[in-house]
């Protein structure tokens, strides 16, 4: 069986150079309707799948924040921002659309207004000259914790 009828049986791409236990995460780009894209995050593997379509892969432990936009004819219809830890072995995680086998879920922010305001957070991460996949877990806990009770982050 080629590659070819593999990828057509399945309707999935296959990540045939990506390490054992890597997060993978399928990325779409078409203006004005759909964009998945990877705001922060050390990527492990890429695979382009066609002109709209990616595969991102990520090591067990890495951290990265997969932002995800789509609307219709009467406007934006899903806004949504999710810090994950990508999961090794044995894990536990959550499960979380174009995200394979999932990741453990750090932050999940729901939204425009919200994801804005985590991505100015993120924006303020990066002014100080840290990388945000470099930042510990716990922060982002904090952050999303803090923004789920209406309440401003510590810095």
Avoid: C
Avoid at 25 to 30: A, G
Avoid at 45 to 70: M, N, T
Wanted: a positive charge.
């Amino acid at each position: 069986m080629t590659g070819k009828t593999v990828r057509a049986a399945h309707e999935h791409p296959l990540a045939d150079g990506a390490a054992p236990f890597t997060t993978l995460v399928e990325l779409t780009f078409q203006k004005k309707k759909v964009e998945r894209w990877i705001r922060f995050g050390r990527k492990s593997f890429e695979q382009i799948i066609d002109r709209r379509r990616s595969l991102i892969g990520f090591a067990p432990e890495s951290i990265f924040a997969f932002v995800r936009w789509a609307s219709n004819d009467y406007g934006t219809i899903v806004s949504r921002l999710d810090i994950l830890r990508a999961v090794g072995r044995g894990e536990p995680y959550q499960t979380v659309p174009f995200v394979r086998p999932g990741g453990e879920i750090l932050l999940r922010i729901d939204g425009w207004r919200q994801v804005q305001r985590v991505l100015a957070l993120i924006d303020a991460v990066d002014a100080l000259g840290v990388d945000p996949a470099d930042v510990a877990p716990d922060h982002w806990r904090h952050v999303h914790n803090r923004l789920s009770a209406g309440q401003e982050p510590n810095p």
